[in-house]
């Protein structure tokens, strides 16, 4: 019995070498490993070795990467900070013979487990064609220089949660698109981004653009996540279309004066955006451009043409006022905007053609045109205008929607309008040219309405504190 006792221990002890054995070796090959390489020398200093983080310093081309990401897929970790990438020109490698310098070649690690790179620190990095499409990058960051980022280079990687990318780089179409997880991208670096180069990033919430952004593709952030963009410091001149459409949570955009056209689409179907103003360089807003939009207000200074459902569902649209400059109307451009007070036409100097069914579904014959004396005749012989209750602006006393102080004011059938271009109103105090206080309301809202109807003087002082405690007036005639 004795010898059977010592047999089982020996065995037993057997068992546990055996074990730290495989936890010794495991260990070994899956350590981080540092090495030193030159040009078509990595296959040899990693033959039998498994790695899951990799630092290289010295020199690598086209196939020491190809042979990196086909020979160790548990690979997650790669440091190149210190090492330089020459050109391959030899035996062909995925199709080519040759592979430029200071570039990582074209789907090189898509659909790799890599979780991590730094990249060279040189004057120009190029990222390639689907270079890590697919792949499980958590984070992006570019070193010093400039780079180029080409099509698809990060399409579809589903752990990508930040990108920054603080110099001077170009961004290819579909670059980022698809990465599902992105929540951050710095791009104050990047001067041009793609067609659909974060489309359908739908975690994506906030993006910091710089000043030297001149070009932003169609689609680039259709389908995110954005609450707000300020391309305000940027030389955009084009928002491509649908720059930024679907995104549902987009409350603020601010565009850059130097702007010259919208692209169709640009905002459509972004529910959450209450105001836009459009720079005085846009002519056009084109067609779809804020359809289905929550559009409150909209301030177009300099715009000719509006376009076909251009404005289409602005359903909380109080009231719209019409530039100067306007010529034409397209189809369906105002359908939808069911809350519609006023339009402000005063400064019209012509009767602006319209397409078809402009205001469907807008109950005209309960909305303000107000337009200059010696226009109303012609919009009153004008179908689809002379449905709208048309006031003469020189003979009425108000010649505009005034506005003060972010506020806009209107006086209609003894009503007294009031809607704040800002923060709620907490307060609103009426008085009269004396100083006499003659009514008051706590609307809790943007919008306010006074009846005004037992009061006769002709002239209003309107007195407004906001819920940002700030204090705001404005003077209105009856």
């Excluded at 067609?287 to 000719?304: E, F, H």
């Excluded at 109807?453 to 309107?462: G, K, R, W």
Aim: hydrophobic share 40%; charged share 20%; with cysteine.
């Amino acid at each position: 019995r004795g010898r059977r006792i010592h047999s089982y221990k020996i065995n037993l002890m057997r068992r546990l070498l055996y074990i730290l054995l495989i936890f010794a070796v495991t260990a070994q090959t899956c350590a981080a490993l540092e090495i030193v390489c030159s040009p078509g020398s990595i296959a040899s200093l990693l033959e039998g070795k498994e790695v899951d983080a990799l630092t290289i310093s010295g020199s690598i081309d086209a196939s020491d990467i190809f042979y990196i990401a086909d020979n160790h897929p548990q690979l997650k970790t790669i440091d190149l900070s210190r090492c330089a990438i020459t050109a391959y020109n030899g035996m062909p490698l995925k199709g080519r013979s040759q592979y430029p310098a200071d570039a990582i070649p074209p789907a090189a690690f898509a659909g790799t487990a890599i979780e991590t790179i730094i990249f060279p620190a040189i004057p120009a990095l190029a990222i390639g064609e689907g270079a890590f499409a697919g792949s499980g990058l958590k984070r992006l960051e570019l070193p010093s220089g400039k780079a180029e980022i080409a099509d698809g280079a990060f399409a579809a990687c589903l752990s990508l949660g930040e990108v920054d990318i603080h110099t001077p780089a170009t961004v290819g179409r579909y670059a980022f698109r698809g990465c599902t997880s992105l929540r951050r991208a710095d791009l104050s670096g990047v001067t041009t981004l793609g067609d659909k180069a974060f489309a359908s990033c739908h975690a994506l919430t906030a993006v910091v653009f710089g000043p030297a952004l001149a070009v932003i593709g169609s689609s680039a952030f259709e389908s995110c996540a954005l609450t707000a963009a300020d391309l305000a410091t940027t030389r955009v001149t084009t928002l491509g279309d649908r720059a930024f459409a679907d995104n549902s949570c987009l409350e603020s955009i601010t565009l850059p004066q130097g702007l010259k056209d919208l692209g169709k689409g640009t905002f459509f179907d972004c529910t959450a955006l209450g105001d836009i103003t459009i720079p005085d360089g846009c002519t056009t807003l084109p067609d779809y451009a804020l359809k289905d939009s929550g559009l409150r207000d909209i301030t177009m200074t300099n715009v000719s043409h509006i376009g076909a459902y251009s404005l289409k569902g602005a359903s909380a649209m109080l009231h719209l006022a019409l530039p100067p400059t306007l010529t034409s109307i397209g189809d369906n451009a105002m359908e939808g905007m069911t809350t519609l007070e006023s339009i402000n036409g005063s400064g019209l100097t012509t009767v602006p053609t319209l397409g078809n069914d402009v205001w469907d579904g807008v109950d005209q014959g309960k909305v303000y045109l107000i337009v200059k004396g010696s226009r109303v005749a012609d919009f009153a012989d004008t179908p689809q205008w002379k449905e709208f209750k048309i006031i003469d602006s020189e003979s009425s006393g108000i010649a505009e929607n005034q506005i003060a102080d972010g506020l806009r004011g209107i006086i209609t059938d003894s009503i007294l309008h009031i809607e704040s271009q800002g923060a709620d109103m907490t307060m609103v105090e009426v008085y009269d040219p004396a100083g006499q206080l003659v009514a008051t309301a706590r609307p809790m809202a943007r919008t306010c309405a006074i009846d005004i109807t037992n009061h006769t003087s002709q002239i209003f002082i309107v007195r407004t504190t906001l819920a940002d405690s700030t204090v705001a007036s404005l003077k209105l005639a009856r």
